[in-house]
């Protein structure tokens, strides 16, 4: 069965310190892979996606940046981390292949920015 | 802005009683999704309905799609404490290579009270 992994589950950071967070999918090949940020337990905002190895689609400017060094592996970074980068992480995959298919997210990732 | 916004944004019951949250959104779409979130924890998804469908069950969840009023409801019958949880319409846009992109409400926290 496939499984997502998402570390660290929470992570303390002062402004202007670098930041990586790590999701690997077990599983299934060749998956869509997604990064969101929900702010306030609310809504999702979607941050980044990818259908591919090296492929990496942004869908709001921003601080971050994501990259996708393996078929399963997706790691979201930022060189210097701003206060409004607090926030609830969570990382999901899923295997549209043309037709409808649910997301499966990680536990999510607790970032505060102090 | 966010395509999908549910209703109410916040619904308070007593286990063995129905609950009935609805979602709308604005532009058209491939297919509608409903997931759930327990406090601190990811996202996992509860169930998908196409455009071309009205209704669709699954377990103690029934959930309608009005395209023509592009409006969605999830009902979760004879509820128990333990869907003590937030709730999430998400939509498939149409149009475009979606990729798989889900759009996200600002949910509907439910309160089920024993």
């Known amino acids: 069965s496939q499984t997502i992994h998402q570390w660290p589950a929470t992570l303390v950071q002062p402004v202007g310190s670098p930041l990586s967070l790590e999701c690997t999918v077990e599983?299934?090949?060749?998956?869509?892979l997604y990064w969101y940020r929900q702010a306030a337990g609310r809504g999702l905002q979607l941050l980044f996606y990818s259908v591919g190895i090296g492929q990496i689609s942004s869908e709001v400017p921003q601080n971050l940046s994501a990259s996708r060094p393996q078929d399963r592996q997706f790691i979201l970074s930022s060189k210097k981390l701003l206060l409004s980068d607090s926030g609830f992480y969570l990382c999901a995959w899923s295997v549209l292949r043309g037709a409808a298919s649910p997301l499966h997210f990680g536990n999510g990732t607790r970032l505060t920015v102090t | 802005s966010q395509q999908g916004e549910e209703d109410p944004q916040a619904l308070s019951i007593q286990e063995g009683e129905n609950a009935t949250m609805n979602c709308s959104y604005k532009?058209?779409?491939?297919?509608l999704q409903w997931y759930r979130q327990n406090s601190g924890r990811g996202l996992v998804h509860l169930i998908l309905?196409?455009?071309?469908?009205r209704e669709k069950h699954s377990g103690r969840l029934r959930v309608t799609l009005d395209t023509s009023k592009k409006s969605s409801s999830l009902l979760i019958t004879a509820s128990r404490a333990a869907d003590t949880a937030s709730y999430f319409c998400?939509?498939?846009?149409?149009?475009?290579?979606?990729?798989?992109?889900?759009?996200f409400g600002q949910g509907t926290i439910l309160t089920v009270h024993p």
């Open positions: 998400a939509t498939d846009n149409a149009g475009g290579t979606s990729y798989g992109k889900l759009t």
């Open positions: 599983g299934t090949s060749n998956p869509n």
């Open positions: 532009t058209s779409i491939n297919n």
């Open positions: 309905i196409r455009s071309n469908e």
